[in-house]
């Protein structure tokens, strides 16, 4: 079973603070991604990854990075959180032996005071 | 960019019934997902299906590419079914991994 796991599942941070999102997948992926959900809004995607050191903007890139110094891991950065950063960010991996099938982990629920 | 459509978005089932779902997409597609997010967020891979019919289960899924729908069918609805269906899919031609999502049907089964 493919497995994705993130490193929080909930997170209160302060405005202006750098926060950083971390996910681990365990089934040798090539690609990674981050969305983020909203009400009314659905799931938007943020930025993916199709190889190491590799990235792509999705739809939502604006104030966020990504960093995938490894294969198994992908981080999503926040360099100074806003309020409107408040959200449900999660995590995806797929792979060309799955047929680009994505599988998601669990979710981080993120709070921006 | 692709549009993705779900219908209904409310669906409030007595347990024992049976419902479909809808997903109409406005492009051609190379990849289609349904997925279940429980209440804790977490979502939940159920088929992935671009074209053809799938069952696991009580649950069942349709894509029918050339007109550009897909139908998910819950037969004999348990409280457990309860939460958000999302359809995703993924643009023909395009990177083959990026999933657009629809709004997703929320889904509520009742004693």
């Known amino acids: 079973d493919v497995k994705v796991t993130q490193s929080s599942r909930y997170l209160v941070k302060r405005t202006g603070e750098k926060v950083f999102l971390e996910c681990v997948q365990d089934?040798?992926?090539?690609?990674m991604f981050w969305y983020r959900q909203d009400p009314g809004l659905g799931l938007r995607l943020i930025y993916f990854s199709y190889d190491v050191k590799m990235k792509e903007k999705g739809d939502i890139p604006e104030g966020y990075s990504v960093s995938r110094e490894k294969k198994e891991r992908f981080s999503l950065i926040l360099e100074s959180a806003s309020t409107n950063q408040t959200s449900m960010y999660l995590c995806?991996?797929?792979?060309?032996?799955?047929?680009?099938?994505?599988?998601f982990g669990p979710g981080t629920r993120l709070t921006v005071t | 960019g692709i549009q993705v459509e779900q219908s209904p978005p409310d669906l409030i089932l007595q347990e024992g019934a049976n419902s479909t779902l809808r997903c109409n997409f406005s492009d051609s597609v190379n990849n289609l997902q349904w997925f279940h997010q429980n209440p804790w967020g977490q979502l939940i891979n159920l088929f992935y299906?671009?074209?053809g019919t799938k069952q696991n289960g009580r649950l069942s899924a349709t894509t029918v590419a050339t007109e550009r729908y897909s139908l998910l069918y819950i037969s004999s609805s348990q409280t457990t079914d309860s939460g958000v269906y999302f359809c995703?899919?993924?643009?023909?031609?395009?990177?083959?991994?990026?999933?657009?999502f629809g709004t997703g049907t929320r889904l509520q089964v009742t004693l």
């Open positions: 995806a991996s797929s792979d060309r032996q799955d047929s680009y099938e994505q599988y």
């Open positions: 299906i671009p074209s």
């Open positions: 089934m040798d992926h090539e690609n």
């Open positions: 995703a899919v993924a643009l023909f031609g395009g990177t083959a991994s990026k999933l657009t």
